[in-house]
């Protein structure tokens, strides 16, 4: 065993139990003891060095390339234990000078002026619909559920989150609403046969626009919900009586928030009403997840409310309403990742083993920076008239129940195969 890996080690895993067994069959155990044990192995003695090098883009790396193994546990339970042990003193002067360019490079290509929204979007969304289909519910909702009990399944929690967001947008019949960022069409979907809307979901993704736009065909909705491939930015339309974005604005970045909330404001009718649902995290990040930003979301980035609140203010918007819910993403990760897990074998026919690690690891990643980072996610309702909302919460419970009862009484969705 390498005397730099057996130092990372040493300095990050206190508390709990790690084993390592490194390429030469050598074996040593990190931490108190406590807890359940981890245990990893390494193929090669290379991939000890490139960890020690750059963890926080190594640890990713070398694990979907199959060259660090779990022996005990998951992948999951390994960066839960890093993360619980991690602290600033932990980091050696290597990880420092990297973080330090990563820093630079990200506030780089903030101020440039070419933007790669389109691009961005395809490397991800424009993945087979049937990578997707293989872990998310049959609306296919790939956003955070709302779990109104521990015990919810993930069905039962997506269905309430459709409720919770409609419920707070106030829907009248016959409204136009806009929905920027569509996914696969099933909140738009569901706005309109609940509340009798006319939605217009804009997307930057064609395997979304394919697919959502067949599914509106197939429920008879065509006449009452479309599917556009529209940038915001670009949007030019009459003022909708309602705007909703969900999981759409982690891809805006910060240098766009200003923009972003212009042209909401711009599109939203005076006396409109606007739900933005997103993640959060408890600060400013310095920098984006090596791994993620690499792999999984390029040019994506997760804000802090203090960052978008003066974003809003600007753009002449009232926030009437705030919501913070930390933990319902966790649950939601979970069963995305257990089932995913449970059908690994068409994933990797689907496209090979090392994309099934990554985009486990990507899944168990997400998951954990919601159990040990504080990252939580965030309801905005904003309004452009300060009247535009009830001075009290009860409606938000009223409707509700209201759409509870429609939900009851509709037959269950049928998962389409893509």
Partial sequence: MTSKLEGLLNRIIRTGTLTATTADGQSRTYGDGTGEPVAIRFTDEKAENELVDDPQLKLGEIYMDGRMVMDAGDIYDLLA????????????FGMIWRGVARLALTRLQRLLPV????????????????????????????????????????????????????????????????????????????????????????????EQLRVSRDRAEKRGLSSRVRFELQDYRTMKAKPFDRIVSVGMFEHVGPSNYGRFFRKAAEL????????????????????????????????????????????????????????????????????????????KEEAVRLYDERFFRMWEFYLAGSEMAFTHQGFFIFHMQLARNTFAVPDTRGYMAEREAALAAFDAARPPLEKVTY
């Avoid at 310095?286 to 802090?304: M, Q, T």
């Avoid at 600007?314 to 979970?334: C, N, Q, S, V, W």
């Fill in 115 to 206: 933007n790669h929204n389109r691009r961005n979007v395809a490397h991800h969304y424009d993945l087979s619909a049937k990578l997707f289909d293989l872990f998310l519910d049959a609306d296919w909702q790939y956003s955070c559920a709302y779990f109104e009990t521990p015990e919810t399944s993930l069905k039962d929690a997506q269905v309430a989150k459709k409720r919770h967001i409609a419920a707070k947008l106030l829907l009248g019949e016959g409204q136009r609403v806009l929905e920027i960022g569509s996914g696969w069409g099933g909140m738009a979907m569901y706005l309109a046969e609940s509340s009798g809307v006319d939605v217009t979901g804009i997307t930057l993704s064609t």
């Fill in 268 to 343: 939203l009718d005076k006396d409109g009403v606007m739900l933005l649902h997103s993640i959060g995290q408890p600060t400013p990040p310095l920098v984006n997840n090596a791994f993620f930003e690499k792999y999984i979301f390029p040019g994506g980035y997760i804000p802090s409310l203090a960052e978008v609140l003066p974003a809003v203010e600007k753009a002449g918007l009232f926030i009437r309403d705030i919501e913070i819910m930390p933990r319902h993403y966790a649950r939601t990760l979970r069963h995305w990742r257990e089932r995913f897990l449970a059908r």
């Fill in 81 to 92: 234990l890093v993360k619980s042990n991690t602290h600033a003193e932990d980091l050696s």
